[in-house]
């Protein structure tokens, strides 16, 4: 464990130094895996928010307070620390490099698309993606500079946003975003994934072009 | 394998013996985990297909595979996010049914099977025959919801969840196994939770 930051409340950001790592491409997991001196284990995966050219792995965790590993890896884990990790993971929510996207994130949902943005970054490619992003607070809203300065859209559901009232993506947020030949990439909370590919497949969008990642207190 | 985590205890001591190593027991809890987004489907356009290596090609409508004789299962189900639910009821009709009217030839090995949204996933033949597997349309004796397959999913509940398609729409005897969608993307070709068999690899 090489850093371990806590930027946004009730979270954690974890930078890891992985031993004969295999680039990830950006959406891709890892599985972090505990183990109790009695040989108990627990694992869950998490979204790396890191780019394949950074020397180092980054996960970022919300904390669950039933979560048997979040609460671990948010109030215990130190740097120097060494943790069992496996990665990278999963061959479909991850982005080429070169296909236009549609980023849409739900609060923590936003951190495969970080990975997504300094990828684009990283190859001078920044102009291939838009990004969209709800989240309840700023405040809570993870990388949210980062997402900023990438242009991406931040709808407040519990507070006002600069002229815009609290409230939910709507169409009308979308629409400027959306253009023909986007791959569409929807990641959050079970509730917010489905609304918001419902969202897009109000717009027009295909089926086939929306790919979803939905995770939660139990996923 | 590695030592002990600094500082990690665990907090189940007693484990459920129905518990497969690694997974947790989610409760009344049944998380919706999919990759596309959830279709529409009405169960009176609905129907199912069994073709490929069988004798006679056979499709089903809503109402016909209602007139086939009623199968339950009752028991646990596990998702490779490490999440299982104990108890679950189910109730549709068994795929050794279906497979009785279709009749797989000799070489029928495999079985890929297809949803609604393109979502395919492959199984070995005998991982469907014999009251392991179903199609199942009832969840706890009320339809099932569309956000968990319904009308109709496919249940195969001694492997990791996502052998069990929703929205079901076909099932194809091959003689050669042909990786399906998370197959292909990772996750392993079989996936039984009791051999923790999650990626490829495992």
């Not at chain 1, 943790?83 to 739900?106: S, Y």
């Not at chain 2, 500082?7 to 013996?17: A, K, N, S, V």
């Not at chain 2, 969840?139 to 249940?155: F, K, N, S």
């Amino acid at each position: 464990m090489a850093g371990v930051r806590r930027p946004v409340p009730r979270s954690v950001q974890l930078r890891l130094d992985v031993a004969d790592r295999v680039d990830h491409l950006p959406g891709q997991h890892y599985v972090v895996r505990l183990t109790a001196p009695d040989g108990y284990t627990a694992q869950r995966s998490y979204s790396v928010a890191s780019a394949p050219g950074d020397p180092l792995v980054e996960l970022f965790v919300e904390r669950l307070d039933d979560g048997e590993v979040s609460t671990h890896l948010a109030d215990v884990v130190e740097p120097g620390d060494e943790l069992e990790v496996r990665g990278p993971i999963g061959g479909w929510f991850v982005w080429d490099g070169a296909t236009p996207a549609l980023l849409v994130a739900g609060g923590v949902g936003v951190v495969p698309f970080v990975s997504m943005v300094r990828t684009a970054a990283e190859l001078g490619r920044t102009d291939l993606l838009r990004v969209a992003v709800s989240t309840r607070t700023l405040a809570e809203l993870a990388y949210a500079d980062e997402l900023a300065a990438a242009g991406a859209l931040v709808v407040t559901t519990r507070e006002p946003h600069g002229i815009r009232p609290a409230g939910r993506l709507a169409p009308a947020d979308l629409v400027p975003l959306w253009e023909p030949g986007q791959t569409c990439y929807v990641c959050g909370s079970a509730a917010f994934a489905e609304a918001a590919s419902q969202l897009l497949l109000g717009l027009g969008v295909p089926a086939t072009s929306i790919r979803v990642e939905r995770f939660g207190p139990n996923g | 394998m590695a030592g002990p985590t600094r500082g990690f205890l665990g907090r189940r001591r007693d484990r459920d013996p129905r518990l497969p190593p690694g997974q947790y027991d989610v409760g009344a809890d049944w998380p919706v985990l999919t990759a596309e987004p959830t279709p529409r489907i009405v169960p009176e356009t609905w129907s199912v297909t069994v073709d490929g290596r069988v004798g006679s090609p056979t499709t089903w409508t809503w109402a016909e595979v209602h007139r086939l004789p009623r199968s339950e299962y009752r028991g646990a189900i596990h998702c490779v996010t490490t999440w299982s639910r104990f108890d679950t009821w189910f109730a549709g009709v068994s795929v050794d049914t279906l497979l009785e009217a279709a009749r797989p030839t000799d070489e029928a090995r495999f079985v890929v099977a297809t949803s609604k949204t393109g979502y395919t996933t492959n199984l070995p033949l005998e991982h469907v025959l014999g009251g392991k597997a179903w199609l199942v349309w009832e969840h706890d004796g009320r339809p099932l919801p569309v956000e968990h397959g319904g009308p109709v999913r496919l249940l195969v509940p001694h492997l990791y969840f996502w052998k069990s398609a929703k929205w079901v729409t076909r099932l194809t005897l091959l003689t050669r196994d042909q990786p399906g969608f998370w197959e292909q993307n990772g996750y392993h070709d079989l996936g039984d939770p009791w051999r923790q068999q999650r990626y490829q690899g495992d």
